[in-house]
T-cell receptor, first 111, second 113 residues
Framework: DADVTQTPRNRITKTGKRIMLECSQT?????MYWYRQDPGLGLRLIYY???????NKGEISDGYSVSRQAQAKFSLSLESAIPNQTALYFC??????????FGPGTRLTVT | AQSVTQPDIHITVSEGASLELRCNYS??????LFWYVQSPGQGLQLLLK??????LVQGIKGFEAEFKRSQSSFNLRKPSVHWSDAAEYFC???????????FGAGTTVTVRA
């Protein structure tokens, strides 16, 4: 089984809808991250969490919120989706100061 | 501020030829450096990493990278590419006390027969 899983893998939604992307990990890491990937821009950090009670904004957090339900679970929500939030979203985990391990990604399309 | 530049957006290489992908970074302390690969429809997989020590690091799938502090570079190489190496490659920089990785924009590699 994969160490980092994301659901759903693909989602099409309409402008104004609320949507949640979920991430689970079995690596036992405390740190979890949400990124979005856009062509030509690489990966940009949306939110990160060092433990259940420690959640921080990344460089592009506007329009997004997160919830860390447990050490192993970190969800990303779009409260009112807009078309420029169409992107590939990745969840990642890491140990202190180390490399990050990525999930397979969620392709989100907002029409 | 930390940043990563990958000067080549797209590289086309013949199967069996050598490959070099460039990465330049800016970081205020001792950097941790990474190369990730993303195959179509897949997540990012770590190819190799540099934390300290020997400046030539070996990774998976026959890749290696060389850290050059004086040039702020961490270029990725492979002596002989295979068709399965067609993918997007990302260089990233972080640090011991850093909370995040900063990624370059990526280099897409196309392998022609």
């Amino acid at each position: 089984d994969a160490d980092v899983t994301q659901t759903p893998r693909n989602r099409i939604t309409k402008t104004g809808k609320r949507i949640m992307l979920e991430c689970s990990q079995t690596k036992g890491h405390d740190r979890m991250y949400w990124y979005r990937q856009d062509p030509g821009l690489g990966l940009r950090l949306i939110y990160y969490s060092f433990d259940v009670k420690d959640i921080n904004k990344g460089e592009i957090s506007d329009g997004y919120s997160v919830s860390r339900q447990a050490q192993a679970k970190f969800s990303l929500s779009l409260e009112s989706a807009i078309p420029n939030q169409t992107a590939l979203y990745f969840c990642a985990t890491s140990d202190y100061g180390g490399e990050q391990y990525f999930g397979p990604g969620t392709r989100l399309t907002v029409t | 501020a930390q940043s990563v530049t990958q000067p080549d957006i797209h590289i086309t290489v013949s199967e069996g030829a050598s490959l070099e992908l460039r990465c330049n970074y800016s970081y205020g302390a001792t950097p941790y450096l990474f190369w990730y690969v993303q195959s179509p429809g897949q997540g990012l997989q770590l190819l190799l990493k540099y934390f300290s020590g020997d400046t030539l690091v070996q990774g998976i799938k026959g890749f290696e990278a060389e850290f050059k502090r004086s040039q702020s570079s961490f270029n990725l190489r492979k002596p002989s590419v295979h068709w399965s190496d067609a993918a997007e490659y990302f260089c990233a920089v972080g640090g011991l006390n850093d909370y995040k990785l900063s990624f370059g924009a990526g280099t897409t590699v196309t392998v022609r027969a």
